[in-house]
């Protein structure tokens, strides 16, 4: 079965700019999407088919995929920011990567 | 208002049933699928499968099918998971997510999610 990978933790300071990412087969050719969680609340969509972005979603987040590899980037990362992050593909069926917790310090 | 409004927490015993109602307002039911998603405690969010709210034909993942049962009664504009035979296993929290656009199998909209947990 597909399988998506990501970083268990990413670091970032405040105001710098924070990248994830996921990596599976040929990953270039499916769309990902990313979602946010913040602790006790429900995943939120902030990125979908690899670069757009949702309504109400700061511009600061932006999404590639090339290869096998696919990124969300946040940029002048906020303290708010701080969520587990989780990136999604469709591989016959739903895959999630097993998340990757954003700490901003 | 567009939301995904779930019933409440629940606390069952090795072998019970459980159903897990997931209510969509704001919007027009039949036009988007209905997904679960299951996150047990600490963990990262599993895909269960969807129901397509037109039809009512449900598609289960990998591992979830046999005690898994997703329905609808869109009278009520509403749709159901339940989990029979429960194990400690099944503890988690259980999110109803809408299908943005038809086949794309992505989510712009989620419930807040229904903790169960499986105690004797």
């Known amino acids: 079965s597909y399988e998506l990978t990501q970083p268990p933790s990413v670091s970032v300071s405040p105001g710098q700019t924070a990248s994830i990412t996921c990596s599976g087969e040929k990953l270039e050719n499916k769309y990902v999407y990313w979602y946010q969680q913040k602790p006790g609340q429900s995943p939120v969509l902030v990125i979908y088919?690899?670069?757009k972005r949702p309504s109400g979603i700061p511009e600061r987040f932006s999404g590639s995929n090339s290869g096998n590899t696919a990124t969300l980037t946040i940029s002048e990362t906020q303290a708010m920011d701080e969520a587990d992050y989780y990136c999604?593909?469709?591989?016959?069926?739903?895959?999630f990567g097993g998340g990757t917790k954003l700490t901003v310090l | 208002q567009v939301q995904l409004v779930q019933s409440g927490s629940e606390l069952k015993k090795p072998g019970a049933s459980v159903k897990v109602s997931c209510k969509a307002s704001g919007y027009t039911f039949t036009d988007y699928a209905i997904n679960w998603v299951r996150q047990a405690p600490g963990q990262g969010l599993e895909w269960m499968g969807w129901i397509n709210t037109n039809t009512g034909n449900p598609t289960y993942a990998q591992g979830f099918t046999g005690r898994f049962v997703f329905s609808l009664d869109t009278s009520v504009s509403t749709a159901y998971v339940q989990i029979s035979s429960l194990k400690a296993d099944d503890t988690a929290v259980y999110y109803c997510a809408r299908e943005a656009e038809a086949g794309h199998y992505y989510f712009d909209l989620w419930g807040r999610g229904t903790l169960l947990t499986v105690s004797s």
């Open positions: 999604q593909a469709w591989d016959s069926s739903v895959v």
């Open positions: 088919q690899d670069k």
